[in-house]
């Protein structure tokens, strides 16, 4: 505390309740190829119908992407999502008489940096869905032609005038005054909703005042409003609305207050209603691993965004082992969930083992990798077909269940927690013998059981040195302990290393440890934090050591049952042990 220099009463607090907290163990992410949604942009991901409303239906080109995704929600409900796209994608747009060059226009930063030029509109993502909207705008003076434009007009409740907002600043002038517009967005093609001409969106009375505000203070320009608000369409470049009545006035004028200001030409009753169909938007959907590795990259810095089971989705071995070398092993803090290439477990019969050997060779070791032995076959109800999708999303949703219904430290495997959900079929039925072969390669089987369904049947991490680390629960153990104790540690940084910080570290990890125990995470543990392993020289060199020993409860894998006859004039205590 300060020194007091004349008498006086100082009070101070010192907060000593500092705890180990709680940490998130079900946080899912992907990367791979969706219809549509934002590109190398991270989406959170709560349930299947949001990943349709955000990233759209499957198709040819998506659906092992989609359905890895969706299988992993069955089971949790935390999934950040990211989408790529090819070189080739664009978004649709909509010009002058239905004109307008395609451009790409990847999310809503990117956007903001994209120079337009003869688009109107602009579909909010690329991809050929967009070819299935259109977007139109009113102004007064099209609201005035009601006999042409009546079909608009009948989705609003009044015609656009001058906004409160631009009344308010004495906006007077012919070219400020009527600042107000609608806009209207549908699904034309129907691949949207199933309804050609269905009505996706109404933007009404939205500002063409670039300084504009609603009654809550956020932006009614256009532009914003589209920008931040639409699902589906972007402004593009405003010029194509500012030509005046005689063609020759760009951005005429002023807003309320300096900004650039939007008006129609209204000159013909054709071009009172500016937009129309949108299209030349185009897919490119085709998953290359650089385009896959560079989605993953968003998921690499542990400080930016926090997950725990990372889905590979139908990544070659190359991008699975990137996933594996360049996130999860470097975060330290998730593990990754692969699965072998379709072309060993597919209509490969008789020769899936030696070629999930290849795949797990490719791969290497590692226990913050999880590998599975085949893909499933499902119902598509998007499609209405059968399809072989990876089980990646499926194993790490099981951990997903298990966080939920036990602990992360419970292993995900077995009758009792290993049931695979939403299976026709497995791609291969592997044997006894097969499963031999496998499991001491840590590739975990997957097996159908009379009564029981699909299930997962092993709990190994791609680790082949036999350890406690080669097991799922000892692996997600640690790291439940690692994220929370580092977290909870970082109090003690600046603090003195004397014997009361010390004790403190002790106390506040100890009994963190105790209630893992209590949920049978852990046998045993010893924490060790005083002079023995803090030593002058670890004291001088302003560093603070805390030594942590735990004795991780361990799944039983194998079995021994011994059946053992006797004679009837035998007594059981003579024979038993």
Known sequence: MAFQVSPGINISEQDLTTVVPNVATTIGAMAGGFQWGPVLERTQIGTENDLVDIFGKPNADTFEWFWTAANYLAYGNNLWVVRNVGANALNAVVGDDDAGTAVLAKNKDHYDGVTFTDQLFVAKYPGELGNSLKVQAIDSDGWADSAVNAAFIANFDGPPGTSPDVANANGSASFVANDEMHVLVIDEGGLWTGTPGYV???????????????????????????????????????????????????????????????????????????????TLGVD?????????????????????????????????????????????????????????????????????????????????????AVM?????????????????????????????????????????????RGTIKNIVKLSWEATKANRDTMYPLSINPIITQTGAGVVLWGDKTMQVVPSAFDRINVRRLFIVLEKAIAIA?????????????????????????????????????????????????????????????????????????????????????????
């Open 372 to 416: 599975d032995s085949a893909w499933k076959y499902q119902y598509d109800r998007y499609r209405d077909t059968f399809m072989y999708v990876p089980m990646n999303g499926d194993i790490a949703g099981l951990c997903a269940r298990t966080d939920y219904s036990h602990d992360s430290w419970w292993s995900p495997a077995g009758l009792n």
């Open 284 to 368: 490119d959907n085709t998953m290359t691993d650089s385009l896959l590795q560079a989605g993953f990259t968003l998921y690499q810095t542990p400080e930016v965004v926090d997950i725990t089971l990372l889905l590979g989705g139908a990544s070659s071995t190359t991008t699975g082992k990137w996933i594996i070398d360049n996130i999860a092993v470097t975060r330290k803090d998730c593990m990754a969930f692969v699965s072998p290439a379709s072309t060993s477990v597919v209509n490969n019969s008789g020769s899936e083992v030696t070629a999930l050997t290849t795949d797990n060779t490719a791969l290497g070791s590692s226990n913050y």
């Open 489 to 577: 540690a970082k109090a003690m940084l600046f603090e003195f290393n004397d014997e009361f910080t010390r004790a403190q570290f002790v106390n506040m990890v100890a009994p963190f440890l105790r209630e893992v125990q209590g949920r049978r995470g852990i046998t045993d543990f010893k924490v060790v934090c005083d002079s023995s392993n803090n030593t002058g020289q670890i004291i001088d060199t302003n560093q603070f050591v805390g030594d942590i020993f735990i004795k991780p409860a361990r799944s039983i894998n194998y079995i021994q049952l011994n059946f053992i006859a006797a004679r009837s004039d035998v007594s059981f205590s003579e024979i038993g042990g």
């Open 200 to 278: 996706l969106e109404k933007h009404a009375f939205v500002s063409k005042a670039s300084d504009a505000k609603k009654f809550d203070g956020s932006s009614n320009y256009v532009v914003n409003v589209m920008r931040n608000e639409s699902k589906y369409a972007y402004v593009g470049n405003v010029l194509q609305f500012t030509t005046n009545s005689t063609g020759t006035e760009k951005a005429a004028g002023l807003a309320k207050t300096g900004g650039a200001f939007l008006t129609f030409n209204s000159s013909t009753a054709s071009e009172s209603v500016p937009g129309g169909s949108m």
